[in-house]
């Protein structure tokens, strides 16, 4: 199986309100790692990354948490806009410079 | 050029024919991926190069599938005997080193007959 999996396919959010995207790996020897959105049509866009020696970090808007311990990756979004929408992978670096890809979470914006 | 080009955007080939889908990367990038996406999932590794010498081809579906990379720069993913399930979005990223994000193309949307 894949060792990058979201918990959920969809998530539909308020416009103006946080949203959280959350992603499990497997592989423990995954040093890397890195959030991509992908609009219909086109090829995935960097949001945010984050290394293995690091819990937190933040961007524009986004921040990415990783919890090594149960290896827990998740993307926050702050304040939600109809420009967000769209489909968010997490990858990973599996130490072996292969960017492994999860199945995808579609994040819909509610008016 | 500014970005990551892969050529052609579309390819409509029949079943049984030869493909050669190219990539352009970023000027000076040094490694380049392949990824293979179907309908509602997340890009499927294929191959990953660094400079001319393809790093890591494990994910490569069957011996159907090559791809080349001969200067270093450009890359060629090449299928021989395509088959309806060949059938997919391919998409091109590249980078410049290790820990720094893969830069992705449009891809090329092949469809097989």
């Known amino acids: 199986g894949e060792s990058v999996g979201l918990h959920l396919p969809t998530l539909s959010v308020q416009e103006g309100d946080n949203s959280i995207i959350n992603c499990a790996y497997s592989?423990?020897?995954?040093?890397?790692f890195i959030w991509y959105k992908q609009e219909s049509g086109k090829g995935p866009q960097f949001i945010i990354d984050?290394?293995?020696?690091?819990d937190k970090r933040q961007g524009q808007r986004v921040t990415v948490l990783l919890n090594k311990t149960v290896k827990h990756l998740s993307l926050q979004i702050a304040a939600t806009q109809p420009g967000d929408s769209a489909v968010y992978f997490c990858?990973?670096?599996?130490?072996?410079?292969?960017?492994?890809f999860g199945k995808g979470t579609r994040l819909h914006i509610l008016p | 050029g500014a970005g990551v080009s892969q050529t052609p955007s579309n390819k409509v080939t029949e079943k049984g024919k030869y493909v050669e889908l190219r990539c352009d990367p970023i000027?000076?990038?040094?490694?380049l991926y392949w990824y293979r996406q179907s309908l509602g999932q997340g890009p499927e590794f294929l191959i990953y190069?660094?400079?001319?010498?393809?790093?890591?081809d494990s994910g490569l579906p069957n011996d159907r599938f090559f791809a080349v990379r001969p200067e270093g720069s450009v890359s060629t993913l090449k299928i021989q005997r395509t088959e309806r399930g060949d059938s997919a979005v391919y998409l091109c990223?590249?980078?410049?080193?290790?820990?720094?994000?893969?830069?992705f193309g449009q891809g090329t949307r092949l469809t097989v007959v």
């Open positions: 990223a590249s980078s410049s080193y290790r820990y720094t994000e893969a830069f």
């Open positions: 592989n423990s020897a995954s040093d890397y």
């Open positions: 984050i290394r293995s020696n690091m």
């Open positions: 990858a990973e670096n599996n130490g072996d410079d292969k960017i492994i």
């Open positions: 000027s000076g990038h040094t490694a």
């Open positions: 190069f660094q400079g001319t010498g393809a790093a890591d």
